[in-house]
C-alpha cells in the first residue's frame, strides 16, 4: 500500500495547455517534495514545501502544499516538450533527527508539440 | 564536480550470486542513501547512513546489507540475489537531516535470474 496516492498516472497534453497533478496521503508530512525524473536517470528536486498552505512557483510550475500537510498538487502553466518526464512527489516524517522520505508512484506526463 | 555517481550501470545476476554497488558523492555530505525503484512503487528506502561508519534500516532492508567506511563512498551488497530484488537502484545524498536537497545518482539496473 502507497503512502502517497499520486494522479493522474498518466498524462498526455498537448504544448500549451495546463496541467495539474495531485499528491495525496491519509498521513500528515513534515515536508513534501516534488522531482522530476527523465528515462534512465535519477530524480531531479524541483522544490521542497515545509508549511502548511504554503505556495511555490518555479517559473511555470505551481507548487501548493495542504493546509492540513497531507496533500500537495503542482501545476504547469503552458506546457512544453521539455516538461516531459515522471513527476514525482516524497513525504518527509522527521523523527529521532533524521528526515526519511516516502515516495508516491509517479506521474508520467508527456507533452506533444 | 561529479555529483553523486554510481557503478555498475548495468549487471545481470544469476539467482544465489552476490554483489556489491558502490555509491560516491563529492558534495561532502553527511546523509547518504540507497532506494529501489519498482514499476508502480515509487522508490522505497532499503537502508540509509547519517555518517562514516554509521548506517541504519529503512523501509525495505531485508536481503541488503550496507557499509559507509569513508565519508564519501557508500556501498549496497546483495549477499544471495533473488529475482525478487530485480530493480533499479538509486543512491542519493544530502547535507542536512532534514534532506531537503537529496541529490540522486543515474540509477544502477539490475536483473536477478
Known amino acids: 500500500t502507497q503512502l502517497l496516492e499520486q494522479s493522474p498516472q498518466f498524462l498526455s497534453i498537448q504544448e500549451g495547455e495546463n496541467l495539474t497533478v495531485y499528491c495525496n496521503s491519509s498521513s500528515v508530512f513534515s515536508s513534501l517534495q516534488w522531482y522530476r525524473q527523465e528515462p534512465g536517470e535519477g530524480p531531479v528536486l524541483l522544490v521542497t514545501?515545509?508549511?502548511?498552505?504554503e505556495v511555490k512557483k518555479l517559473k511555470r510550475l505551481t507548487f501548493q502544499f495542504g493546509d492540513a500537510r497531507k496533500d500537495s498538487s503542482l501545476h504547469i502553466t503552458a506546457a512544453q516538450t521539455g516538461d516531459t518526464g515522471l513527476y514525482l512527489c516524497a513525504g518527509g516524517s522527521y523523527r529521532y533527527n533524521f528526515n526519511k522520505f516516502y515516495f508516491g508512484s509517479g506521474t508520467k506526463l508527456n507533452v506533444k508539440p | 564536480n561529479a555529483g553523486v555517481t554510481q557503478t555498475p550501470k548495468f549487471r545481470v545476476l544469476k539467482t544465489g550470486q552476490s554483489m556489491t554497488l558502490l555509491c560516491a558523492q563529492d558534495?561532502?555530505?553527511?546523509?547518504m542513501y540507497w532506494y529501489r525503484q519498482d514499476p508502480g512503487m515509487g522508490l522505497r528506502l532499503i537502508h540509509y547512513?547519517?555518517?562514516?561508519?554509521?548506517?541504519a534500516k529503512g523501509e525495505v532492508p531485508d536481503g541488503y546489507n550496507v557499509s559507509r567506511l569513508k565519508k564519501q563512498n557508500f556501498l549496497l551488497g546483495l549477499e544471495s540475489a533473488a529475482p525478487s530484488q530485480t530493480s533499479v537502484y538509486f543512491c542519493?545524498?544530502?547535507?542536512?537531516?532534514?534532506?531537503?536537497?537529496?541529490?540522486f545518482g543515474p540509477g544502477t539496473r539490475l536483473t536477478v535470474t
Open positions: 542519493a545524498s544530502s547535507y542536512s537531516p532534514q534532506g531537503y536537497e537529496q541529490y
Open positions: 514545501v515545509v508549511t502548511g498552505g
Open positions: 547512513s547519517v555518517g562514516e561508519g554509521t548506517t
Open positions: 558534495m561532502n555530505h553527511e546523509y
